[in-house]
């Protein structure tokens, strides 16, 4: 046998491997390009259930579900079922809700098959009226005011108060918006006269299939006793399902809150490991689910098309959410009500978001993490088109690195925080930004929300370094945001960061943009100052940006193709940011080699191994 003949090609295959790893490798440390979102698939049975049941939608309530030829309610399985059950859901529409249960239980899809849960009913009995419109009663109402902290004087022109009622009404599944009077109605809309429980429309709708909710949940993971069974306090798995068209939330898992600064040990405890893949939830009124509860996971699913919160998660710790995709947030355009895709809420510690999709939410947050949050890892995921990406309020202790904000108004904001960490992050036309104000200073107006994070002299400890920020020709605003109001000078009279230095700053050379940073606090009369330059910024701060650069670059002297959202560096973009600038904590996280060299930003350019050389030389003595 001819053994330097092959060799070559071993070699060639060595190489290409080696590369392929490198790629891989790299891939890790920015979002890795999917799959996000439900993975359709054949679900097998767990191999630990304790029982089968089978329910279809023309189930008998009365069969036990033990066979696949002979499934019950998914209602009359939910009764049944108790801790290690395994209920398995054939295909076809579920219009079903109000279901409750209190044992970890898994619910799951049969196989490859596509079960939904659906909260709306098919409405019929249409007239049409003299003035043409048409009218039915549906009683099914679901009316609700909005809350007592939302302001009627400020918001009340932008937004009327019949948004907040959490009915919803679909024609051939698609939603139509609310109306204040009869007046109003387009072919994009409807009317509830809530007295009368009569609903309006402006066009024949015995030509479409009406649909109207008729539940305000689908599933309720209580705390206390139901269905003759006492908590066995673990969280359910839902695997392979979709929940859609319900009034208010599909989801809600029950648990004890905290109020004021509490210890985590004394909550989180009530439902323990829930864990939802591979699901689909959208058109819920408002939320999609309300989550509590310790070792939460979330992954690979569709949460979309929501009003206030998308994923809601309140005072739980060493949560994760990963791949999933978040999108389409506060649909109905809600002000003044503070909407976020993902809220993580009151002392929730250690909870990662990590390598998710968070899209299309120009009125909400992306994630947000409010009120006395520890911890939190934020890491790999792709942001856009938010007005605030990655969002951190009253709370202590973040790292954010790895991630992707395209086309936010703040890709990142820390708010009356401290010890926010933003490491090696990509930013397009998204601002980067840290601010405090007044609020803790005095009373507030949600109580003793303030108190669970840093007092007003601890907002300080933030690191932002080897960060990569673009904008085109037009962006006009600030690429770094550092900021804080006058009439608080005299407190916050110390820096915003511990350490600033790294990064790289892009700006189109056509931009009009005045200020590339602006900054507090600065000495003088003005806390708050707009810097139009790097060095602006050095010279009013020598200590900071030793190693920053400023460029005067269009988005496609940098990236390979913006266009594409292919934010890979191009090969004569060569700036780097010294090794130090990340730590090995933060390292491991996005999943980089420690001591390593770094370009700016989250994408790595790989180093493909010096093997064609050998593989030249084979090639020759093959010859």
Known sequence: MNTSAI???????????????????????????????????????????????????????????????????????????????????????????????????????????????????????????????????????FPQKPADWWHRGSEGDKTPAHRFNNDMLFVDGRPLQSAGWEGELDENSYYIDYETAQVYLSFDPTEHVIEMTAHDSALVRVMGEVHGKKSDARGYTLRGLTFT?????????????????????TYGKDVVGTLIEHCTITHCSRVAGYFRGDRLTIRNSLVSDTSTEGIYVIGSSDCLLEKNIIARNNVEGITGYYPSAVKIFNQSHNVVCRDNLVIDHPDSSGIWYDVGNRDAVVVNNWFERCDNGFFFEISKGAICAGNVFVNCNSGTLALNSSGVRIYHNTYLNSAAAFRRDGRGMGADHFGWHPSTGPSATERVGHVFAGNLMVSDAGNKKSLLFVGQPQEHADVYTMPHLSYLDGNVYVRDASSVAKALIVWSPAAGETTQVDLPSLDALRKLQPAVEAHGVQLALPPSAVFHSPELKHFTLVDGFTTETVAETLPDEVRALVGWPKGAGLTPGAYQRPVAPELEPVARRSSKSAR
């Open 7 to 141: 060799l070559p090609r071993v070699v060639r295959c060595l190489g290409a491997l080696s590369f392929g790893l490198l790629l891989s490798l790299s891939a890790v440390a920015q979002p890795s390009g999917g799959p996000y979102g439900p993975v359709r698939q054949s679900f097998s049975v767990p191999a630990d259930a304790a029982r089968v049941i089978y329910v279809s939608p023309d189930g008998a309530a009365t069969a036990p579900g033990e066979k696949l030829d002979a499934p019950t309610t998914i209602e009359s399985a939910i009764e049944r079922a108790s801790t290690g059950d395994v209920i398995l859901l054939r295909g076809g529409v579920y219009r079903t809700g109000g279901l409750e249960l209190n044992q970890g239980v898994t619910l799951q899809a049969y196989a490859d098959e596509q079960p939904v849960l659906k909260g709306t009913e098919v409405v019929t009995g249409w007239t049409q009226q003299r003035n043409k419109l048409w009218r039915t009663e549906w009683k099914k109402l």
């Open 245 to 265: 068209q319900y009034a208010y939330r599909a989801l809600e898992i029950e648990g004890r809150e905290p109020e004021g600064l509490m210890d985590p040990a």
